[in-house]
C-alpha cells in the first residue's frame, strides 16, 4: 500500500490524479508530510525492483477513507467532524482556503485491495485507490453538521489563489479491473 502522497501537490489545471502523472515537487511540504511521501516513493521504487525478479506484486495508491474504525482525533478531518458530532459539539474547520477532497468507505477500500492482490503480476501495476467525487471541506463539515444537528464554525477565508486539492482519476481501476464504489459519502 502506497499513498497518493507520492504525486506531491495536485497542480492547478489537474483535476484528477493519474497513475502514469510525473511526481510533483514535495520539497516545499511541511517536515512530516515529506518524509512520508519521499517514504513512500522510495517503498514503489523497491516493490518495483520486486517485480523486476519475477514475483507478483501490485501498488496501491490510496488516498482518504471513512469507515467506522477511521481515527477520530489525529489528522484525519472526517473523523474528526465525525467525531465532534457524535460528542455534540460544533465542527471546526480549520482550513482558510478552498480544499477538496474525496472519500472512499472502508469497505469498498477492502474490496479493491483484494482485487489489486488478485492481479499483482511481475510488471508490477500500479492503481489509485479511493473515490473521485470530490467535496469541498467547507461543504463536507456541513453535511456531517446536519446529520449531528451540530454547527459548523470555520477560520476566515483568505483569497489564496492556491487550492489544496488531493483528487484521484480511479478510471484505470475501473477500465482494468471493473472496479467501482459501491457506497457514497451519504452512505
Known amino acids: ?18 497513475e502514469d502523472d510525473t511526481f510533483g515537487d514535495i520539497s516545499k511540504l511541511d517536515d512530516v508530510k515529506k518524509s512520508y511521501a519521499y517514504a513512500k516513493r522510495d517503498s514503489e521504487l523497491a516493490i518495483q525492483e520486486l517485480g523486476k525478479k519475477n514475483l507478483n506484486v501490485v501498488i496501491a495508491r490510496c488516498f482518504s477513507f471513512v469507515g467506522r474504525y477511521l481515527p477520530r482525533d489525529q489528522h484525519f478531518a472526517i473523523g474528526n467532524f465525525i467525531a465532534n458530532g457524535i460528542n455534540g459539539k460544533d465542527i471546526h474547520v480549520k482550513a482558510d482556503k478552498l480544499v477538496y477532497r474525496s472519500y472512499m468507505y472502508a469497505d469498498d477500500l477492502v474490496e479493491w485491495l483484494l ?24 461543504e463536507l463539515a456541513n ?4 446529520i449531528f444537528n451540530v454547527r459548523v464554525q470555520s477560520v476566515k477565508f483568505n ?24 457506497y457514497e459519502l451519504q452512505d
Not at 482485487?115 to 467547507?138: F, G, Q
Not at 480511479?170 to 459501491?182: D, T
Open 143 to 146: 453535511i456531517i453538521s446536519q
Open 115 to 138: 482485487t489489486l492482490a488478485d492481479n499483482s503480476n511481475n510488471k508490477c501495476p500500479i492503481y489509485n485507490v479511493a473515490s473521485d467525487k470530490e467535496i469541498e471541506i467547507k
Open 159 to 182: 483569497n489564496y489563489p492556491i487550492v489544496d486539492r488531493y483528487i484521484p482519476s480511479i478510471e484505470k481501476a475501473k477500465k482494468e479491473l471493473g472496479l467501482n464504489n459501491k
Open 1 to 18: 500500500c502506497s499513498s497518493g502522497a507520492v504525486y506531491g501537490y495536485q497542480p492547478q489545471n489537474l483535476k484528477f490524479l493519474k
